[in-house]
């Protein structure tokens, strides 16, 4: 079984900063890409930042230049430190992992809340 789950969500000032863990666990093969989404209320999922297994990174529009995702592949860990975080940033974060378990599968974590205050 394979288990996602995400840390480091809390209450922020506008023009702060967070750091979001996600930690994979469980009987993990090999994992590939990893990504981070959120979801404010009222709107859809979408996604915030996405990292291969080598490194490549992608980011949306709205965070370019402010938030950073980055990985440890011994820990099956995945990072995504959020600078200069404003109102619109508030929502849910979601980590997604593309995992070999008995084969290969999206799985996604429970979410972590994060609110950028005013």
């Known amino acids: 079984q394979v288990q996602l789950v995400e840390s480091g969500g809390g209450f922020v000032q506008s023009g702060g900063s967070l750091r979001l863990s996600c930690a994979a666990s469980?009987?993990?093969?090999?994992?590939?890409?990893m990504g981070w989404y959120r979801q404010a209320p009222g709107k859809q999922r979408e996604l915030v930042a996405n990292?291969?297994?080598?490194?490549?990174?992608n980011y949306a529009e709205s965070v370019q230049g402010r938030f950073s995702i980055s990985r440890d592949n011994a820990k099956n860990t995945a990072y995504l430190e959020m600078n200069r975080l404003n109102p619109e940033d508030t929502a849910v974060y979601y980590c997604?992992?593309?995992?070999?378990?008995?084969?290969?599968?999206?799985?996604w974590g429970r979410g972590t809340q994060v609110t950028v205050s005013s």
């Open positions: 997604k992992a593309n995992i070999l378990y008995t084969r290969w599968d999206d799985y």
């Open positions: 469980g009987s993990i093969v090999r994992i590939n890409a």
């Open positions: 990292i291969t297994r080598g490194g490549r990174t």
